[in-house]
């Protein structure tokens, strides 16, 4: 994997042709690739990078009325940075002068405010998340990436239907190579910068990576006097990814009010540091918990905070696989939501996906095999779904992609479901 110095991103395959007449906004955490992408992606447009002081000093002397003739069709790298750009941007754009123009940066609550104020209705919005298990195991091979398993998930196909449609296990070579991809992910996580680097290089990344997110991005989205609170608070969090959030305990733990427990992790939230996974509105079965649960989007980050560096636990699989489905919905932009399903009485299922066709229930289970009593959360649900069931899951680390009972439950692998 480390071999291949330019991974291909699947964001890429979506990401509109710059003869259509769009202003294009790619966002993301640092370092996940944004740059590398759009350079990819529009090799004929002019590339800006507004990190550089000259270029922001540059572009503020530029008036509206020549934005088109000076500037023109372009890629504008951490847009923010020069707030003046998006007024000047519509300018040109909707006097025709500029037809094409893809605006980057990782401070999102930046961006998105200055769109609301001068872009609203113009922009096409698209955000690029660490790598994920399939672009990991293609790398920069030239050949088109095969779409995975989970996607089929977001069709009107009957979970039966995609799922016997596939071999069931895989010959050695394929299969060792998506373990491969998978441990990579579990350990390490998805920064590209990470792929190029000798092992004993990537904790040092990893570490430096949290120091320059404390002193950019996170003094882009406020103005803190003292960071060490947040770094406190930051590292407890990602103790508790897979876990419910338990607001009160959480700013107990970490020394702050409950309202800057809540401010601190809509930081994390929007510089796409972690994600809450919102419980099942309906009591399907009978009354259901309210409280979110709390997973971290980088394997790799969650481990440095954390300092565990050994075999995943049952929280750090969940996290994965949590992870890799909410990546996959956001970067191609498939319609569903993502729940979890709990109950005061103690009947839980990890994922529940809720699409137009019905619900898919999905149990996770970091290990390689798969026992009577999974099966019977999934079962309860999907009585209490009623016609709303759409089949099953329980997503483990074995070998087989299996149908092990009704209605429409399968063991999968979690390698041959987010890998092509």
């Known amino acids: 994997m480390s071999d ?3 991974v291909k991103r699947v964001l890429e395959l979506y990401l509109p042709k710059s003869t259509a007449k769009r202003v294009v906004l790619l966002t993301g955490a640092r370092q996940t690739g944004k740059t590398t992408l759009s350079k990819s992606a529009y090799p004929d447009l002019r590339y800006i990078n507004l990190d550089a002081p000259e270029n922001r000093d540059a572009l503020k002397e530029i008036s509206s009325s020549s934005w088109g003739r000076d500037v023109g069709n372009a890629v504008i790298d951490e847009a923010q940075k020069a707030p003046v750009v998006f007024e000047k941007v519509k300018y040109s754009f909707d006097a025709g002068t500029v037809s094409f123009c893809v605006l980057t940066g990782s401070s999102q609550i930046l961006l998105l405010k200055k769109i609301r104020e001068t872009l609203a ?95 950019r991005d996170l003094s882009d989205l406020a103005r803190l006097d003292d960071l060490e609170p947040f770094r406190k608070f930051q590292r407890l969090s990602a103790l508790r990814s897979g876990k419910l959030l338990q607001y009160s305990e959480l700013a107990r733990d970490a020394g702050v009010s409950v309202d800057t427990a809540r401010r601190y992790l809509e ?115 999907a009585a209490g779904l009623g016609s709303q069931w759409r089949g099953g899951l329980i997503i483990y680390r074995g070998n087989e992609i299996r149908k092990i009972a009704e209605p429409s439950i399968w063991a999968v692998p979690s390698r041959r479901l987010f890998i092509g």
Do not use: C
């Open 4 to 6: 291949n110095l330019h």
């Open 121 to 215: 209705g113009r922009i096409a919005l698209y955000e690029l998340w660490p790598l994920m298990t399939s672009e990991i195991y293609h790398g920069g091979e030239a050949r088109d990436m095969a779409t995975p398993l989970v996607d089929e998930l977001f069709t009107d196909k009957p979970v039966d239907a995609v799922l016997s449609s596939v071999p069931g296990i895989l010959l050695d070579d394929q299969d060792s190579r998506q373990r491969g991809a998978e441990s990579y992910l579990l350990q390490w996580g998805g920064m590209p910068a990470l792929l190029h680097l000798p092992e004993e290089e990537r904790w040092k990344w990893l570490r430096d990576y949290e120091y320059t997110y404390l002193e």
């Open 267 to 381: 930081y994390l939230r929007i510089s796409y540091q972690s994600i809450l996974l919102q419980p099942y509105h309906r009591n399907i079965t009978s009354s259901v918990i309210k409280t979110p649960k709390l997973y971290w989007v980088d394997m790799g980050i969650l481990r440095q905070l954390t300092g565990f560096s050994g075999a995943p636990t049952g929280d750090l699989y969940e996290t994965f696989v949590v992870g890799e489905f909410f990546k996959w919905m956001k970067t191609v932009q498939r319609a569903g939501e993502l729940y979890f399903y709990r109950t005061r009485s103690g009947l839980e299922v990890d994922l529940l996906l809720e699409t137009q066709q019905g619900i898919i229930g999905m149990e996770i289970k970091s290990r390689d095999t798969v026992t009577g009593s999974d099966l019977r959360p999934l079962r309860d649900v």
